[in-house]
């Protein structure tokens, strides 16, 4: 199992950037997905984006409300994820977790239940 390890949480404007890093430690999969998700105080954790990887290439995939602002990227060499947030709006104030899993066929990784392993969670917060 993959364990992973964020940073890069803190407070910052709206209208502001922030960059979150996902670093992974142990097995490195050459067919993997890793994720990111947000909790913000007194709701479900919910999905923000993942990227994806295989033998097929790499894909992107964004939650509704973040795409244009937020743009997820790998460091392949660093087993390393990056969540570039920018125009940072209020309701973008959450706690942020990474997750992996393998990138198997049929399931649905805006959904947390195929990721098997997560982080402990950045906290981000916007203010106005």
């Known amino acids: 199992q993959v364990q992973l390890v964020e940073s890069g949480g803190g407070s910052v404007q709206a209208g502001g950037s922030l960059r979150l890093s996902c670093v992974g430690s142990?097995?490195?999969?050459?067919?993997?997905?890793m994720g990111w998700f947000r909790q913000a105080p007194g709701k479900e954790r919910e999905f923000v984006g993942y990227?994806?990887?295989?033998?097929?290439?790499?894909?992107?995939y964004y939650e509704e409300s973040v795409k244009g602002r937020f743009t997820i990227s790998r460091d392949k060499a660093k087993n390393a994820m990056y969540l570039q947030m920018n125009n940072l709006e209020p309701e973008d104030t959450a706690v942020y977790y990474c997750?992996?899993?393998?990138?198997?066929?049929?399931?649905?990784?805006?959904?947390?239940?195929?990721?098997?392993?997560w982080g402990q969670g950045t906290r981000v917060t916007v203010s106005l």
């Open positions: 990227i994806s990887w295989s033998g097929s290439g790499t894909a992107t």
């Open positions: 997750a992996g899993s393998l990138n198997l066929r049929g399931y649905d990784y805006t959904q947390p239940f195929p990721y098997n392993s």
């Open positions: 142990g097995r490195a999969f050459s067919s993997y997905v």
